[in-house]
């Protein structure tokens, strides 16, 4: 063997391995699990329509149903309008909700006093379940947008605000003292050890803190909107269209399923150095 193969040998082995067939592996297991439950669905809902009739056939239409309700909306311009009018307010009420949760939890995490004045501030609220306060919000903000954006901006808050804290609190103090014996500077230690030490934990915070904003305007649609996704829902109900009120649902679903993968893909982008030093 050359001397000139040995350093290609040697790059070849150093070099990790494509993570392409892993990530097709794990989006057809995804797909699979999905397909699995639309199959479960249909199984369940025809079966309950010709065999067994155990309730209501209405009260449970098969994927079709829904598929064909889709269409309709999607025909009258009904569901994009509705889609865009939470996703309005879910913007709003989410960007306040993640800027305020992750500044005041990376002050209140680095900062001892500032944690012992707010932190039993927010120990209070926290355990109250949103919904207590959104008739509060109709009677602060009226029935208008601010009311929604905030409602939302307030339960989204708290999941943010608490991952950023515990991430914080968290980091590995080994890797605090390594870098202080470099010469490390506070803000230097906050920049490069503190900050990307925690950051997983606030992308955490983030992915909660969305899908708890779609949970809360729905309930916040239901009783002062006149659009919207939970208006949908809330109006389908009323007219008992159980096939509209299922779009509507798979809708949000399938919202916060592209947006989970969006942060999961911003995550792997921003700590891409933990796979680099992994490999």
Not at 116 to 123: A, D, G, R, S
Not at 164 to 175: H, N
Not at 217 to 245: C, H, K, P, W
Not at 264 to 278: D, G, H, P
């Amino acid at each position: 063997m050359s001397a000139t193969t040995l350093p290609a040998i040697a790059t070849a082995a150093e070099r990790p391995p494509s993570p392409w067939p892993q990530r097709l592996a794990n989006a057809g297991m995804r797909c699979l699990a999905i397909l699995i439950f639309i199959g479960i669905w249909s199984v369940v809902s025809l079966g309950n329509q010709y065999l067994w009739k155990f309730f209501n056939p209405v009260l449970l239409p098969t994927p079709i149903d829904v598929v064909r309700a889709g269409i309709d909306a999607v025909q009258t311009g009904e569901l994009q309008a509705n889609i865009i009018a939470s996703m309005k307010r879910v913007i709003q009420g989410f960007g306040i909700a993640a800027i305020a949760g992750v500044v005041v939890g990376l002050a209140v995490g680095t900062w001892k006093p500032l944690e012992k004045l707010v932190e039993p501030m927010i120990e209070l609220l926290r355990p109250i379940p949103p919904l207590a306060f959104l008739p509060m919000m109709v009677l602060w903000f009226g029935i208008g947008e601010m009311s929604k954006i905030a409602f939302i901006a307030y339960a989204a808050f708290f999941p943010v605000f608490t991952t950023t804290v515990e991430g914080i609190k968290y980091v590995d103090p080994v890797l605090v003292r390594a870098a202080s014996s470099l010469g490390a500077s506070r803000a230097d230690l906050f920049r490069y050890v503190v900050l990307p030490a925690a950051l997983p934990s606030i992308i955490t915070g983030l992915r909660l803190g969305f899908g708890l904003s779609f949970f809360v305007i729905v309930a916040a649609e239901f009783i002062a909107a006149d659009s919207g996704l939970g208006y949908m829902i809330n109006d389908a109900r009323t007219f008992f269209m159980v096939s509209q009120m299922l779009l509507g649902a798979v809708v949000i679903g399938l919202i916060g399923f592209v947006v989970n993968i969006l942060l999961r893909s911003l995550e792997a982008w921003l700590l891409r150095w933990r796979v680099a030093t992994r490999g």
